[in-house]
């Protein structure tokens, strides 16, 4: 899964339930305020993933997804616990997202319980927005018929690709049609917002692959795409090919090609972007809990390896489910570590996020040298001034977008 990688980002230390960091809550958080779940269960590992992930001969006897269910259950309550005596009441949750791992794995029932779990210790919100990420293979009709039923509103599908030869080169399960039918009768159970994820840029890919990936995934009548240049991370499986020479480096200029042919055909179909890797159908079909994160929100991550994010602290709980069940309970926390971000930090962080994002950073975020080094991308037509609004902000172009990380560098002098 790809969708949702915000709140997975950061160093961590190895498990461990010793930690300096000690998790203050604040007298109020900032609204929206999201949830995430991390599922952690796998049937196969894709050879590109590096998310903290279990295959069941992984796990063994030590985990299942029934410990995982009770696990994350106390620790939902604990967390609502000490944010009710701190704010008086748990706060409103706007967006929940469930993300793996393969969510779908563990059944609808399950899902549906964590869910409950979370009604019934948080306050959520009338018009909250309930993702959660789902591989092709392991989902039906009635899976999705009963998430609907459970108060699900969004699903997001794991497609990467609709050629057979890129989806062998990454180890997906699926066959190349399967994730088309998965969101049409997520579409059909009544869902009325589904993404799915595309991965360009695969060794071997053509532009012919590509452009039928996305002609078959626009076919179906979703209405968001997240599609994602490949990164071979190490330790993967992938990695250790390309570095033994059985598969090709991926190579800059041909993701550069490949992006520009997904952003003219999603443009093409009526879809705007509105982050630099993803594009919906209308404002509606937005995952507003991505944008949570690039917006520097706050969020509790629950579940093996999760990040949470309050008022400038970040922490992550401990990976390995085996031991994240042992450390949950009443009266406790199973968090691994922790860090709580300078004013410096969280600036970069801020400034870094939104220039992703089509409705840019405010002026007011950036200092007075910071606007002058941004202005020779102003020049060259990769970043312009909106005066429009209620707020002067600075956005990238569409020919900028590839430079977005970039241009963040130069103004931030990292």
């Known amino acids: 899964m790809t969708e949702s990688t915000a709140q997975r980002s ?40 590096d998310f903290n992930t279990y295959t069941a001969g992984e796990l063994g006897s030590s985990a299942s997804p029934e410990s995982w269910s009770e696990a994350i259950r106390a620790e939902i309550r604990e967390a609502a616990h000490r944010l009710g005596a701190r704010l008086g009441r748990p706060p409103s949750v706007q967006t929940i997202f469930f993300g793996g791992g393969t969510p779908s794995l563990v059944g609808a029932a399950m899902l549906n319980g964590v869910l409950a779990e979370i009604r019934e210790n948080f306050v959520l919100a009338a018009d909250a927005e309930v993702t959660t990420e789902s591989n092709p293979e392991s989902v039906s009709p009635a899976f999705f018929e009963a998430l609907l039923r459970g108060g699900f509103t969004r699903i997001s599908l794991g497609m990467q690709s609709t050629s057979s030869r890129v989806l062998q080169i990454l180890d997906r399960a699926h066959t190349p049609g399967r994730a088309l039918d998965a969101a049409r009768e997520a579409l059909d159970a009544g869902f009325a917002h589904v993404n799915l994820d595309v991965i360009y840029g695969t060794p071997g890919e053509t532009d012919a692959d590509l452009a039928r990936t996305l002609d078959d995934a626009l076919g179906t009548g979703i209405d968001h795409v997240s599609a994602y240049s490949l990164i071979v991370e190490d330790g993967t499986a992938l990695a250790r090919k390309v570095r033994r020479g059985e598969i090709a480096t991926p190579v800059d200029d041909v993701f550069a090609r490949r992006y520009e042919m997904v952003a003219a055909t999603m443009a093409d179909a009526g879809f705007d972007w509105y982050e630099v890797s993803n594009w919906a159908r209308g404002e509606a079909a937005q995952c507003r809990h991505n944008l949570g994160y690039w917006r520097d929100g706050d969020w509790w991550g629950f579940g093996p390896g999760a990040h949470g994010h309050l008022s400038g602290q970040r922490w992550w709980n401990i990976k390995h489910p085996a031991r994240y069940a042992a450390a949950s309970g009443p009266g406790l926390l199973p968090i691994a570590g922790g860090e709580t971000l300078d004013d410096g930090g969280r600036h970069i962080e801020q400034v870094m996020l939104r220039l992703r994002l089509a409705e840019g950073v405010p002026a007011r975020m950036l200092s007075a040298d910071e606007r002058a080094r941004l202005a020779p991308w102003i020049d060259r037509g990769l970043a312009v001034v909106d005066e429009g609004g209620d707020e002067m902000r600075y956005r990238v172009t569409d020919a900028g977008r590839l430079m977005a990380d970039g241009i963040v560098r130069d103004i931030i002098e990292l």
């Open 10 to 49: 950061g160093a961590e230390p190895q498990d461990s339930t010793e930690t300096d960091f000690s998790l203050h809550i604040p007298d109020s958080i900032a609204e929206p305020f999201g949830v995430y779940v991390h599922v952690p269960f796998c049937s196969t590992r894709c050879g590109y993933c």
